[in-house]
């Protein structure tokens, strides 16, 4: 890889500003100053340096994220603040996007990254990737709610949805319950409620596949994933 384009992939300024700094002997790679912007170079294997920092360069960036409610899971909005609006200039330079989205009052666990693949395979509706939700619901939840939830629901637009797994954490005036789906509809975890008679207070994704939401993160903070949560979701298999 050219070292201009790895030095503006990585958010250091246009091909041109990169320019300005091999010219000013600021890259180092392997303790040699280059300034050719076309010199090759192995993002793997040699050590490259700016003013002296050492650059790490990664292909890939896999954020998870405790979003807030509030912030629409977009890359950009006029009107709206973005998750994408809450990364750090390092992290946001590699453009992630959000894997798939929460609505805007909703908190819990946003997986952002740049790996398309990823992305797709974690989406597709073929996969049924699992999502498990905490939720507050209004009214008092059943044992018949259970039933029909595994059974499957009819939406306000007449669509089925598949077998959800709901577990009561505590029933009452307001129940405390978790929910896990297969599926992505629109509103789907509130739509199902709406369907027996129940309205969503507070909605919180707790789970994707085998992720799971790190409670330690506030909301608004987010962090890299580790190597092995990295590893999980590439080998992950999910069903057809």
Known sequence: ??????LANLGFGSRKDVKSLLKSKAVKVNDEVIKDAKQQVDPEND?????GDVVEYKEFIYLMMNKPPGVISATEDTREETVVDLLEIEDAVFNPFPVGRLDKDTEGLLLLTNDGKLSHRLLSPKKHVPKTYFAVIKGVVTEEDIESFKKGVMLDD??????GDLVILKSGETSDIELTISEGKFHQVKRMFESVGKKVMYLK???MGPLELDETLELGEYRELTTEEIDMLLQYEVNE
């Open 1 to 6: 890889m050219r070292i201009d384009k790895l």
């Open 47 to 51: 050590v490259i340096t700016l003013h």
């Open 158 to 163: 007449g669509y089925v949805t598949k077998p």
């Open 205 to 207: 994704r707790m789970s």
